[in-house]
């Protein structure tokens, strides 16, 4: 499983932002997708995760209400939108995936196999 991740760049604090993630190769309909993120001189967080069918989501409890995970018009496409970026949002976000959990351990990062490259964001207050 590859996963891409894009959609990060430099945005002012108050504006939104949609990063998309688009996995290829063999995978199940048993994966987890999450996101992730990690601030420099910060550990790496749990942001949201989504079951594959797109029906079961989960959040950060600091970010649900801003953030929001969402399958693509393609099954093998992902997003997160975030609205109403500040500062502290700054990070590189990473989409990961994993099928070992069932959707129970989707905020542990380790839990994950398939990682992407990640994509910057950087909000300006």
């Known amino acids: ?3 891409q991740a894009s959609g990060g760049g430099l945005v ?8 998309s993630c688009v996995a290829s190769g063999r995978f199940s309909r048993n994966y987890v ?6 601030a420099p001189g ?4 749990f942001v949201a995760a989504i079951n594959f069918g797109g029906q079961t989501t989960r959040y950060a409890g600091s970010l649900k209400g801003r953030f929001t995970i ?14 109403s970026l500040k500062a502290e949002d700054t990070a590189v976000y990473y ?9 129970s351990y989707y905020y542990v990062g380790d839990q994950y196999d398939y990682w992407g490259q990640g994509t910057q964001v950087t909000v300006s207050s």
């Open 70 to 83: 969402s399958r693509g018009d393609a099954e093998n496409t992902f997003h997160l939108q975030m609205n």
């Open 95 to 103: 989409c990961a995936a994993e099928d070992r959990s069932g959707f």
């Open 1 to 3: 499983v590859q996963l």
């Open 12 to 19: 002012q604090a108050g504006v939104s932002l949609r990063l």
């Open 33 to 38: 997708l999450g996101w992730f993120r990690q």
């Open 42 to 45: 910060r550990e790496r967080e």
